[in-house]
């Protein structure tokens, strides 16, 4: 398979089906042991990997594994009275699959989450699938300027206003753990919308760990530490200039998205003897 977009080369998919079956889990959100949801068993799951701190090389010993992916519902429940769900969400284990169409809309907006899944490095996929691979070779199509200066700053200015909103760092342990988390994924966020932005590229691992880390606990003392950070990348973002279109291309993400339900009518009439 040629590099998408220029990258580099990228291993073949791994052997299976795009019906493989996988258990569910969701990404990126702490819940009470209590309130946790049981796995599910999801059909179709084109595309999976690990995402969130372990993706970026910011997990430390206890760090859970976060799992993100997405899946394609049978075309024939498309045209049903009841749509079929759009995401499928446990957190025992942790993992977030989304409908093939509902991922497209969110990695179309630039949703920061949404759109690092097709831009793992090769060892973090889980599942991945002929779909899944022309998914990722039309991963620039999903970009666009305003998008992603939008996405990512606007993410990252809801962690800084969660930073604030903790005063001069005078709290719990737990708290101030979760005060640095905030602050590294502020500056991810960031750094990689900038890349972004700049490049065309994503880059997952971030390049200095310690650098984060001691960016969070210097957060976690003095919240008010975070605003030239965010500051200085909201100029840069300003300064440009920028690689990306003023709109994604949504052609090829329409032909994709096409494909896929093709293929799923086509599996769908099999399964029955159509």
Known sequence: MPPPHGGPPRRPARPGKPGDRVLARQDNVPVPRSERRPTVTVPNVLLSGIVG????????????IDRLGLFAAPT???HG???????H???????????AAKWCRLALGGNPTAMELVWLPDELYEVRTPLGDELIGIRSSFLSARRVRDAYLGYATQQFRRLESRGDGSFSA???KRTAKHARHLKRLCTQGLELYTTGRLTI?????AEYHAFGERVAADPSAARP???????AFTAGPTVLPE???EAPVEAWLRRVRAHFYTAGRSAVGA
């Open 81 to 87: 009275l009841h749509r079929p769900k759009e995401s």
């Open 174 to 176: 737990d708290t101030r």
């Open 53 to 64: 701190s372990t993706a970026y090389g910011l997990a430390r010993e206890g760090s859970d």
């Open 205 to 209: 691992r971030v390049e200095d760990p």
């Open 89 to 99: 969400v446990s957190t025992a284990p942790d993992r977030t699959l989304h409908e």
């Open 229 to 235: 950070l965010l500051q200085r990348y909201e100029d």
């Open 247 to 249: 709109e994604p291309d």
């Open 76 to 78: 024939a429940q498309l």
